[in-house]
């Protein structure tokens, strides 16, 4: 990725799935207008779902993903549903390929691994749409058509959802298809809040982000970027400083800032040189309420109080590059857990697309700032430590708690201090 490119967690991102031989590989290419995928005769081609980020118009920036065939036999197939699966908990709006012609033969209806899928994009709340692909193959008045409403372009409603017939080989309806992809995610709410609610237009606010062995080199790094652009667009001010520059330019600043916002880990420097009067945040807090989970991760922190010898914590990292926070879940967390709470836990870690569905061997599911995950991907985590009644929270949460500061860096979301009684 470039530094121009929109970060992949900001993309909307949209699922292709579908049985094996759907034509579903053919579909993706078709509305991408790129080569994404292998297309092959052979059933199962595609045996690890493939991502690409683009501009779809008249969308916009999407990250395109296609899955493996849902109704695979065997040990492989199961391994591809899983990550199909997988892929669902970060879909946006699913595309779901059907094969028009197959359909033929069963009077319009579909299978049952179709309906499967159907029922998980439901449960899951995500927006759908049912290609109906190889249309170009169907006779006029045939079953399918009947059964999914009159022969044009324009999408319809069936039972199983909205639904449109198209060719992948002749191009018929794709551009319907990607106007409806359009609609669908225009319902889902991407707008970016990381400050912008927080501050006024002429506010100025400082952030503090330590140059140091774990940041990239010549960059800044994603969620500070993001954090900038954020000021900018509420026209407020932004000053970037390191965490020893800090005093001193409060001291010479002619205002107060509205907000200082620190990485985590220079949190108890940073809280000693601002004064109790400025607001005080850190970028993990942002953007644990940006990701949907700020509440839960503040409440499920205080079980770092109930921690006993032998419990297990599981470190969960959201991307498998730990170039930006080198061995803060690894090395750091599990010392400072240790010095804090006195006690011998034992550590399970997690990286990348990895999430176990079974939480329950855990005390506490520590999660990294996620800020390669997109939010729906959030919620399930979140959703799947709730629905086990596991507490769950972030690095930057457990760090302010860890230091005595988290009920300051809270300061400007009162309500949430109630979880921490
Ligand atoms: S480990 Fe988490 S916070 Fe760190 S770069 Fe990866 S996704 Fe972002």
Redesign the pocket.
Known sequence: MSMNDTPQANRVHIGFFGRRNAGKSSLVNAVTGQDLVIVSEIKGTTTDPVSKSMELLPLGPVLIIDTPGIDDEGALGEQRIRKARQVLNKTDVAVLAVDAAETEHTGGELSGSEKELIALFREKNIPYIIAYNKSDLLAAGSASRDKAGPAQANPVTTDAGPAIFVSAKTGAAIRELKEQIAALAKTEDFKLRIVGDLVKPGDFVVLVTPIDSAAPKGRM??PQQQTIRDVLEADAAAMVVKEFQLKETLEQLGKKPALVVTDSQAFARVSADTPPDIPLTSFSILFARLKGFLAAAVRGVTALDHIEDGDKILIC???T??R??DDI?TVKLPRWIKQHTGKNPEFAFT?GGEFPGDLSPYKLVLH??????NEREMKYRRDCAADQNIPFTNYGIAIAHIQGILKRSLGMFPGLLNELQ
């Open positions: 790094i994603l990292e959201g991307c590059h730990h930006q926070c879940g990286s990294c700032g996620a800020c390669m995950l």
